[in-house]
């Protein structure tokens, strides 16, 4: 009790002032009126009076009498003195002090006059009461009110039954059962209630349960009886306890609750009546069961699902299936009677959200949805409450839809008239629904038509104050998509027009959000809820079984059924799929036709599938072998390029995918680029293409399409534009490029570290592919806007991107191309004039505004220093132009307008085909024909612009200001080889550009030296390519070859096209090319010798790569050598050494490396074929005999030391190479008198027959030779040393050279020949023998690297021995002795040469005669020391031919008939000696083997040496005369020079044979 304390002042002084004082506060507080907090008031000051009484401070009798006043103040003052009294009885009653009680007792006592005992009695202790003497007994007063209130509260009334009081109830059952239509309201009924209840002491409760009873029976009465109920009843607990008796009695065995209970239960929740807590605990069954019963579902889903999935016999199978027919009807027979549910269905059917949802809430998720009638009942609530919404936003136009009659209840949730307004109820009620919304389709299309309707407004509303909102409703829109629309169109029976009414919403999602909710449908869903477990286990079952019977033949039937299964469960039914075609590849055809029965969402989940499949992590990329790439990836990369071509589906994800993994450096996933670009876009791209087709590829793009790729992809015009959209759309087309152009680097330096060389290889060679596939759509298919726009210039994309040089100008080339034309075309429009010539102008006026920045730009891709040998405008002109520029295919065009018209005839003749599609077809054809012609003529007319346009360029393209050397390496190096290698195209370009440059005469460029750069160092470009680069290089190798064969063939071909052309020069003036000295020129027969020096260097390096036992070596070379077969070898012995050594391969890789096995064997297979084509050596050049060789090879030089003829071509290769550069900075001095000295002697020997021999004599004097030598090689062979037939021959060969010895000397004062310029030659040979000496004792052959450094060296020699030669040439000197120790030398070298023929060394030769015995110093001693002693026998060789140059020139004539008469009488001895050698000798022993050796077994060894032997004699012979002295200068010699040996052999007498031992002794 709240205490007011008095003041002490009023209980010290209470007589004088403290009674009056109290007395008015009493009275205050009576008059106060504060709803009852007055009476508190008094409560608090009468109690404190009181205590001050107990506490003993008052006297008693004072405090009585002004408590007796205060009883006039209020007509309740008694009982609220008694409410005082009652609290300080239970204050003082619990006191240790019984003064205190006594005091309280006593004034309780003495206030009895004024306070009613009745009101005390109520109020106090009993035994309080007994104190005062009110009661007599505390005991029995205890008693008497347990026995009251047993009377009042428990005993039954009589006549409380109905069939006790029947007639009340009566009345009370027709007052409420009456019709309520009229008047009548509840409060009357209520009156009429109360009067029966007590006119016939009815019982409230029982009265409350026959009105709840009434309600059932009549629930549409909702509106009377809850108000009857509300006015009625005092307490909800007794309501939910009467509820719950009826809910209890339905619980028994087989009871079934009825829904009018439900109804008036959920009916009273509604209105509050009573709470939800106190009516859920009378509900059966409790939450731990239905919890039970949820687990036992899903553990039964998923039992199912694991028996589906086994193997199971048939038996078992059906004995299964009956067991679960048997539970499925035992269910059936008991169904269980849940309430809550029955209560919850109720609650939803009366729009009562907030209840169904707490209820829902007790439950595990989707549990309550599972049951339909719930469903049911919640898809009409949600119809509900979006009806206006959807009326506005979502109807599709010209449906009605069905009227929807709203709720009566308006405590139902409200409609939704905004999207902002389903965020309120709706959003939650279709979550709570779940997969379950598959139950009602209508709703599930109108919640889609809404979240398009939403979409639309999304996307079309870029207001920033609403963008908040939007955004939150669109997550709303997703999680709907992911938890209810997806799961619900699973359980949906193959409801293909859901289906597309869902693609409808999900293709204004981006495919990002596509994609995450595909991949929670497939990996999440299906595990949520028991439903879902059976149907992904009830569809892989049938997926099973379709795909076993899936065929090419059943693809219709087998397609349907697909469809059917996919338009529930796409996701389940496509992994599957693309798990077996992983496995079986040859599926691919069959599933990718059985498609077309799929929805447009469908095919949307099989591209996310196939990502999804693609970037599994569990799956190797790699077979374990680790060299090849998995044959899973392989046939998904397949699958890709057949679907996306063949159906309308979004490329973004699967070309984001494989940037990103780009991005992330992996490019094994460029595969299903390559795949898809090349189906969709019909471009193929491979390197085993015919030649037919290469020449298809170099027109235009119908002719392409016709006639350049394998399969004729046709009717990919709507493909490849949805590839181009895709492309465009998401930004990925320049994106992809840059990351390719990296990655082929990245393949080798990033990721191929740890990877096998054929791995990385294939890699390199399938992202370069894909470069050149992707780069060649975009230039097709792209206009020239969008590739301008996105393409940037050649320096950004080279040093801003890092992209590879040949990468860039591959993108930027169409760039290009397009500008030209645009700008050809405005200055076309802007100035009419169309004469050809004007036309041309302006063509060339169009490339020079659109290149010339282009110039400007390339500049900053080098160092400054390259741009000294090669101008910019070279550079850009090379890489800018395409094989479409240089030339017309006309064969091509011809051939495919050929076929055409063939197709046409073949249309006329069939009669199965019917008129119109005839008609058709025909019309097809002719139009296709008319476009090949038309594309025809517009190329011949831009290829004749573009060769104006080189004509005009080409003097501007090579500087002269460093050597020919230097210009032709920057040219292979930054031009030729990187481009060469790019595509199959470009390695034609390449060949066909050269021959270009070679054919307009373009200054500074020496043709020669890079036909021979290319031939000559072919090893390590071999084995540096890819496999792929491979067969572009051998194609590269091949066309040039080609070019070489045809003017190799014919000498009116070579004259026309390659005499007076600026490229055959030997030497190069200051002044430049003046093409009116023949002497400068190489001519014919040389040309010859010069091709086959290159054929000898292919096979060299051929050979090299093929004994290396490297498997990229291997591989490479016989790759290249297969592309090159057309041309190469022609000569019989270089095919033969080839042959041995594949056929080695072939043995010793059979059981290794089966891959080199099949390369090898189908090689050497078409090189038997090309034998039949090959000729002997002395058909593919003219070859000079050795006159003799008088000194076995053991001794002449030992068994180890081989040496290496001179060339024919010295005079070439060092004009070329180094002293044609030099001539530029030379005074004219010194190159005049070496002019007039070769023209002198070009007088003499020419090979038009002014020379002293005719080229008749010289060819059979040859072939004697030839046959004489092998014969002596034989001998030799069989008995080494100094056997009696050795010497034998030796004496022969001095008598032969002593009849002939006299006229010699006499023709030797004839010649015109400088002594000099034999010791050039000499000297050139002897460094040549040693070079080769070198080379065989290293076993391999010389590195071009070593060749290129040689040719620096040679620079500062060369100077000191070209003036000395000048100088000399002046005097013209008679010479004997140095022809007699030039032939000494010559029989040295030939007894130990072992190359093929006379030209195996041309390279060395060509680049540094002089100094590659410098260069090997550091590994062949030997090789030093014999040079120093050649130049001592060199001086006294000069010595002597300067003491016998004064004969007499007019024993000329007499000397040559005598010559005569002795080559007559040899020709005879030599063509029977030539029979026998015939006769005796095999067809291998006929093969040069000493070219690069072919390991053949030992038991030849012994045929071999001979065969090395005779062509050494040979190769030197008809090597040695090209020598002179001149550094630079040319001249067809031939013939003199075989006059010259002729008079060698002739005037050879006792004498010079002594000299010739004593020379060779030295030598030794």
Excluded at 313 to 334: G, I, M, R, T
Excluded at 841 to 856: F, R
Excluded at 1530 to 1546: G, V
Aim: charged share 30%; net charge positive; proline share 4%.
């Amino acid at each position: 009790m709240a205490t007011l304390i008095l003041p002490g002042e009023w209980i010290k002084n209470w007589e004088k002032s403290g009674k009056h004082e109290f007395v008015q506060l009493c009275k205050e507080l009576t008059e106060k009126t504060d709803h009852g907090s007055e009476i508190r008031d008094i409560q608090a000051a009468l109690y404190e009076l009181c205590w001050q009484v107990v506490q003993g401070n008052l006297k008693l009798d004072l405090v009585v009498s002004v408590l007796g006043d205060m009883m006039e103040l209020r007509d309740d003052m008694p009982s609220i003195l008694a409410d005082v009294f009652s609290t300080l009885d239970l204050e003082t009653a619990a006191l240790e002090e019984k003064v205190k009680r006594d005091h309280y007792t006593q004034l309780v006592g003495a206030c009895l006059f004024f306070v009613p005992e009745a009101i005390l009695k109520e109020r106090l202790d009993p035994e309080t009461l007994e104190s005062l003497g009110l009661i007599k007994q505390a005991h029995q007063f205890n008693q008497k009110i347990v026995k009251i209130k047993t009377k009042l509260f428990y005993k039954q009334q009589k006549f409380n039954l109905l069939r006790e009081e029947n007639e009340g109830y009566a009345k009370l059952i027709t007052e409420l059962g009456q019709d309520l239509s009229g008047n009548i309201t509840s409060h009357l009924v209520l009156e009429s209630i109360k009067s029966l209840i007590g006119c016939f002491n009815l019982d409230p409760n029982r009265v409350l349960d026959i009105i709840l009873e009434v309600y059932e029976s009549r629930s549409d009465q909702d509106e009377f009886f809850l108000s009857l109920i509300k006015s009625y009843m005092c307490e909800p607990l007794t309501l939910c306890h009467i509820l719950g008796f009826k809910f209890k009695f339905y619980q028994e065995p087989n009871e079934e609750t009825p829904k009018s209970l439900y109804h008036i239960a959920a009916a009273l929740l509604h209105h509050n009546l009573i709470e939800l807590e106190d009516i859920y605990v009378h509900l059966m069954p409790v939450d731990a069961t239905i919890v039970e019963e949820h687990k036992r579902d899903i553990s039964e889903a998923k039992q199912i699902a694991r028996k589906l999935v086994m193997v199971v016999l048939p038996s078992e199978k059906s004995e299964d299936k009956d067991k679960e027919k048997e539970k499925e009807e035992e269910k059936n027979d008991k169904p269980p009677d849940n309430q809550k549910l029955g209560l919850l269905e109720a609650l939803l059917r009366i729009g009562d959200w907030h209840h169904a949802q707490s209820i829902m809430d007790q439950m595990p998720s989707f549990y309550a949805t599972s049951h339909k009638a719930i469903a049911l009942a919640l898809c009409q609530l949600v119809h509900l409450t979006v009806e206006p919404l959807y009326r506005r936003a979502g109807l599709p136009k010209g449906a009605r839809g069905c009227v929807m009659h709203p709720l009566r209840n308006k405590r139902a949730p409200r409609p939704a008239e905004s999207f902002e307004d389903l965020r309120r109820d709706t959003f939650s009620m279709i979550c709570y629904l779940g997969p379950h919304l598959s139950h009602d389709a209508i709703l599930f299309a109108k919640i889609v038509r809404l979240g398009k309707a939403f979409m639309k407004e999304y996307q079309s509303d870029g207001r920033s104050d609403v963008k908040d909102k939007m955004e939150t409703l669109l997550s709303c829109f997703l999680s709907i998509a992911d938890q209810v629309l997806l799961p619900s169109l699973s359980l949906m029976e193959c409801n293909a027009c859901m289906s597309e009414e869902l693609w409808g919403l999900f293709k204004l999602f981006p495919y990002r959000h596509r994609y995450r909710l595909y991949g929670q449908w497939k990996n999440e869903t299906y595990t949520s809820h028991p439903l879902l477990v059976k149907v992904k286990a009830q569809t892989v079952e049938r997926a099973k079984y379709i795909m076993k019977r899936l065929t090419k033949e059943n693809v219709k039937q087998s397609g349907r059924q697909i469809g059917k299964l996919s338009h529930s469960n796409p996701t389940i039914l496509f992994d599957y799929m693309l798990s077996q075609i992983q496995w079986y590849d040859n599926l691919i055809v069959p599933v990718v036709d059985s498609l077309k029965y799929l929805t447009s969402l469908n095919y949307d989940v099989l591209a996310y599938c196939i990502i999804e499949a693609l970037a599994n992590p569990e799956k190797e990329k790699m077979k374990h072998d680790d060299t090849t790439i998995s044959s899973w990836l392989q046939s998904l990369a397949s699958l890709c390029g057949a679907v996306f071509r063949k159906y309308p589906i979004e490329l973004a994800g699967l070309l984001q995918y494989v940037t990103n993994q780009l991005k992330a450096g992996k490019s094994f996933d460029l595969l299903i680029l390559k795949e898809v670009v090349q189906k969709m876009a019909g471009i193929e791209i491979t390197d085993e293409m015919t030649s037919e087709q290469l020449e298809a590829m170099t027109g235009g793009e119908q002719l392409k399409a016709e006639g350049g790729y394998f399969g004729q992809i046709r009717n990919t015009k709507k493909s490849s534009q949805r590839l181009k959209d895709a492309l465009l759309d998401h930004e990925l087309a320049l994106p992809l490029c840059l990351l390719m152009a990296q990655q082929r680097n990245g393949v080798v330096f990033l990721e191929g570290g740890e990877k096998h060389l054929k791995l990385v290889g294939h890699l390199y060679d399938q992202c370069h592919d894909t470069l050149v596939q992707f780069g060649g759509f975009l230039a097709s298919n792209l206009s020239t806007e969008d590739y301008i726009k996105r393409v940037p210039s050649i320096d950004i994309l080279c040093n801003q991107f890092h992209t590879p040089h040949d990468a860039a100008f591959f993108l930027s080339r169409p760039m290009y191309a397009h500008q030209i034309l645009s700008k050809y075309d405005e200055l076309k429009k802007a100035e009419k004039g169309n004469r050809q010539q004007q036309k041309v102008h302006k063509y060339v006026a169009a490339c020079e505004q659109v290149m010339t920045p282009v110039h400007e730009a390339v500049v900053s891709l080098h160092p400054a220093r390259v741009w000294d040998d090669l101008r910019p405008q070279f550079y850009a002109t090379f890489w800018s132009l395409t094989m479409y520029d240089l030339a017309v295919p006309h064969s091509a065009y011809e051939r495919e307008v050929n076929k055409l018209k063939v197709q046409i005839k073949a249309i006329e003749e069939n009669p199965e085909i019917p008129m119109n599609k005839k008609k058709k077809e025909k019309e097809r054809c002719t139009a296709l024909q008319e476009k090949l012609q038309e594309e025809e003529k517009k190329q011949l007319e831009h290829v004749q612009r573009v060769l104006h346009r080189l004509k005009l360029e080409k003097d501007n393209w090579l500087l002269a200001k460093s050597t020919k050397n230097e210009t032709i390496t920057k040219f292979l190096q930054l031009c030729l080889f990187p481009r060469c290698i790019f595509s199959s195209i470009d390695a034609v370009y390449c060949a066909r550009f050269v021959e270009l440059v070679h054919q307009q005469k373009t200054p500074n460029f020496c043709t020669l030296l890079c036909y021979d750069r290319v031939f000559s160092a072919i090893i390590y470009t071999v084995a540096s390519c890819t496999e792929n680069e491979s067969h572009r290089y051998g194609r590269f190798l091949c066309c040039m070859l080609e070019t070489v064969t045809r003017w190799h063939s014919d000498r009116a071909i070579y004259e026309k096209e390659c005499v007076n052309y600026p490229g055959f020069l030997t030497i190069f003036r200051a002044t430049g090319f003046d093409g009116g000295n023949k002497a400068d020129q190489l001519d014919y027969e040389n040309f010859r010798h010069v091709v086959h020096k290159w054929h000898y260097m292919l096979t060299k390096a051929s050979v090299h790569c093929l004994e290396t036992g490297d498997y990229t070596h291997i591989r490479n070379i016989l790759i290249v050598l297969t592309k090159i077969l057309p041309c190469y070898p022609k000569v019989l012995n270089l095919g033969q050494a080839l042959e041995c050594r594949v056929h080695k391969i072939c043995l010793e890789e059979k059981d290794k490396r089966p891959d080199l096995y099949a390369l090898a064997m189908g090689y050497s297979g078409r090189l038997k074929s090309q034998k039949v084509h090959m000729v002997p050596e002395n058909e593919f050049h003219h070859k000079e005999q050795p006159a003799r060789s008088a000194t076995p090879a053991n001794q002449q030089n030992g068994p180890g030391s081989t040496g290496k003829p001179a060339t024919s071509t010295s005079k070439m290769e060092e004009g070329t190479s180094e002293d044609g550069d030099r001539g530029k900075d030379k005074s004219q001095g010194t190159t005049k008198p070496v002019n007039k000295a070769n023209s002198a002697a070009a007088k003499v020997t020419t090979s038009n027959g002014n020379g002293a021999l005719n080229s008749t004599k010289a060819v059979k004097e040859r072939d004697d030779k030839e046959k004489s030598g092998k014969e002596k090689k034989e001998k030799k062979e069989k008995t080494p040393g100094s056997t009696p037939e050795t010497k034998a021959e030796n004496r022969r060969e001095k008598q032969r050279d002593e009849r002939a010895g006299k006229e010699e000397r006499v023709a030797r004062e004839g010649k015109e020949k400088t002594p000099k310029a034999d010791r050039e030659k000499a000297k050139a040979e002897e460094k040549s023998s040693k070079d080769d000496k070198a080379k065989a004792g290293n076993g391999e052959p010389m590195e071009p690297s070593r060749e290129r450094d040689a040719i620096k060296e040679s620079k500062s020699k060369e100077k000191g021995d070209r003036s000395a030669v000048a100088g000399s040439l002046k005097s013209p000197v008679p010479r004997l002795e140095s022809a007699e120790s030039e032939r000494d030398h010559k029989r040295r070298k030939l007894d130990s040469h072992s190359s093929p023929s006379h030209s195996s060394s041309v390279k060395d030769n060509s680049n540094e005669p002089k100094e590659s015995t410098s260069k090997h110093h550091a590994n062949y001693n030997s090789v030093t020391r014999s040079k120093s002693r050649e130049r001592e026998t060199e001086k006294k060789d000069s010595d002597n031919t300067q003491g016998r140059s004064k004969e007499k020139k007019e024993e000329k004539d007499r000397k040559e008939r005598k010559r005569d008469h002795a080559v007559n009488e040899l020709e005879t001895s030599q063509e029977s000696k030539r029979r026998k050698d015939e006769n005796g000798m095999n067809s291998s022993k006929n093969s040069k083997s000493d070219s690069p050796s072919c390991d053949s077994p030992l038991s030849a060894e012994k045929e071999k040496i001979k065969r090395s032997k005779s062509s050494s004699k040979e190769k030197a012979d008809s090597v040695k005369p090209e020598r002179t002295s001149s550094g630079g200068k040319k001249e067809s010699r031939h013939d003199k020079e075989k006059s010259e040996k002729k008079e060698k052999r002739d005037s050879s007498g006792g004498k010079e044979e002594k000299k010739h031992h004593k020379s060779s002794d030295k030598h030794r």
